[in-house]
T-cell receptor, first 113, second 113 residues
Framework: DAGVTQSPTHLIKTRGQQVTLRCSPK?????VSWYQQALGQGPQFIFQ???????QRGNFPDRFSGHQFPNYSSELNVNALLLGDSALYLC????????????FGDGTRLSIL | AQSVTQLDSQVPVFEEAPVELRCNYS??????LFWYVQYPNQGLQLLLK??????LVKGINGFEAEFNKSQTSFHLRKPSVHISDTAEYFC???????????FGIGTKLQVIP
C-alpha cells in the first residue's frame, strides 16, 4: 500500500523563479493538504484541496497556488520565489470526513539562492 | 482559532530512562489531538491520536499520551527510551473533519547512551 509520495525530493531555484511541487496521496484518500516547514519550525498550513477545490487556506500570499486532479493527486505552485520560501514542503493526505489523521510524505526540500 | 504550545524545545534523556514531552493547546471548541515524530530528512509519522473516548491513548513504539481537558494538555510519555527514539516530536490539534491541523514548534528528543 503506497503511502504519500512527493516529487522532487530536492530542488534549487533562484529568486523570482517559479516552482511546481507534486504529490500523490495515499491510496483511498481524497483530501490533500500542503504545509511549509521552515528550518527549526513546525509545519505551517498552506491550503487544502478536496474534490478539486481549495477548501481552506492558511495565511500565505497568492503567490502560493495549487491544484487537485481527478485522481486526487495535487500540485503546489509558488511564483516569484523569495529567499524566505526556502523550506521543506510537506504534502499530507486524508479522508475528507471525521477526525482521520493526516498521512505525510517525506517532503520536497526547496532551496532558493 | 486554535494553537499549540510545546513547552520544551529540547529534551536530553539517558537511554532506558522515562521521558515526558509536554504539550498544551488552546481552542474554543472540541478538538482532536495528535503527536507526530519526524526523523532527519523525513516527513512526519503519526505516533498516536486522541479523537474521543479514553483519555489515555497508546501509540506506536511504546509511546502513550494522556488527554487532560481541564488543563488543556496532551503530554507524551514513554517509560523507557531507546537511542532510536532520537527525533523531533510535534504535537498537533485539529477541529476534525476537513479542518486544518495546527502544529507546535516541536521538541527535539536527544537520547544519550
Amino acid at each position: 500500500d503506497a503511502g504519500v509520495t512527493q516529487s522532487p525530493t530536492h530542488l534549487i531555484k533562484t529568486r523570482g523563479q517559479q516552482v511546481t511541487l507534486r504529490c500523490s496521496p495515499k491510496s483511498g484518500h481524497d483530501t490533500v493538504s500542503w504545509y511549509q516547514q521552515a528550518l527549526g519550525q513546525g509545519p505551517q498550513f498552506i491550503f487544502q484541496y478536496y474534490e478539486e477545490e481549495e477548501r481552506q487556506r492558511g495565511n500565505f500570499p497568492d503567490r502560493f497556488s495549487g491544484h487537485q486532479f481527478p485522481n486526487y493527486s495535487s500540485e503546489l505552485n509558488v511564483n516569484a520565489l523569495l529567499l524566505g520560501d526556502s523550506a521543506l514542503y510537506l504534502c499530507a493526505s486524508s479522508l475528507g470526513t471525521g477526525g482521520e489523521p493526516q498521512h505525510f510524505g517525506d517532503g520536497t526540500r526547496l532551496s532558493i539562492l | 482559532a486554535q494553537s499549540v504550545t510545546q513547552l520544551d524545545s529540547q529534551v536530553p534523556v539517558f537511554e532506558e530512562a522515562p521521558v515526558e514531552l509536554r504539550c498544551n493547546y488552546s481552542s474554543s471548541v472540541s478538538v482532536y489531538l495528535f503527536w507526530y515524530v519526524q526523523y532527519p530528512n523525513q516527513g512526519l509519522q503519526l505516533l498516536l491520536k486522541y479523537l474521543s473516548g479514553s483519555t489515555l491513548v497508546k501509540g506506536i513504539n511504546g509511546f502513550e499520551a494522556e488527554f487532560n481537558k481541564s488543563q488543556t494538555s496532551f503530554h507524551l510519555r514513554k517509560p523507557s527510551v531507546h537511542i532510536s527514539d532520537t527525533a523531533e516530536y510535534f504535537c498537533a490539534v485539529s477541529r476534525g473533519g476537513y479542518q486544518k491541523v495546527t502544529f507546535g514548534i516541536g521538541t527535539k528528543l536527544q537520547v544519550i547512551p
